[in-house]
């Protein structure tokens, strides 16, 4: 042995460092490999069930928000009815309203002209009986002067009451 080398050491020891390498393999190894598949398919399945979440919510997301805007197109269309059956009952209202006023002017001035005919009558009524005193009194005293001036306070009288 020149180095001083023995030969059936290595290879005992080569021996010994590959049942270690075997053994730690089986015993370390494998178990670890296995843990680290089992993980990994962990993750795979949790990433594809976060996927499928994910896609699931977003179509449910547009689902939603095709019945917002289906629910908002729904609205408008009730809003612009209910905008037009209220034109169409103020315009009703309106007409009828104006109707109201039409037939309410009319009877007002029927009213009033029947009242202006009522006092045109009472007014010439009145004129009358004073004109056919004045006429007695100047048949019956003679005198001009006097039935004139008797005339003319009872035109007087007559104006008052008519003032007030």
């Known amino acids: 042995m020149p180095l001083n080398i023995d030969w059936q050491q290595i290879l005992l020891h080569l021996l010994n460092f590959t049942i270690l390498a075997f053994g730690l393999y089986l015993l370390l190894y494998n178990p670890i490999k296995k843990f680290m598949k089992k993980r990994e398919d962990e993750y795979r399945e949790r990433d594809e ?24 197109k729904e609205i408008a269309e009730k809003m612009a009815d209910a905008d037009r059956e209220l034109s169409l009952a103020r315009e009703t209202k309106l007409k009828e309203t104006a109707a109201e006023a039409d037939a309410l002017l009319a009877r007002a001035r029927s009213d009033a002209q029947a009242e202006k005919e009522k006092m045109l009558e009472e007014a010439n009524a009145q004129i009358e009986s004073v004109v056919s005193e004045m006429a007695e009194k100047v048949i019956l005293k003679g005198g001009e002067s006097a039935a004139y001036d008797a005339f003319l306070s009872a035109a007087k009288k007559n104006g008052e009451k008519h003032e007030s």
């Open 49 to 72: 069930k976060t996927r499928n979440a994910l896609a699931e919510a977003e179509e449910k997301a547009g689902e939603y928000a095709r019945r917002i805007a289906e629910s908002e």
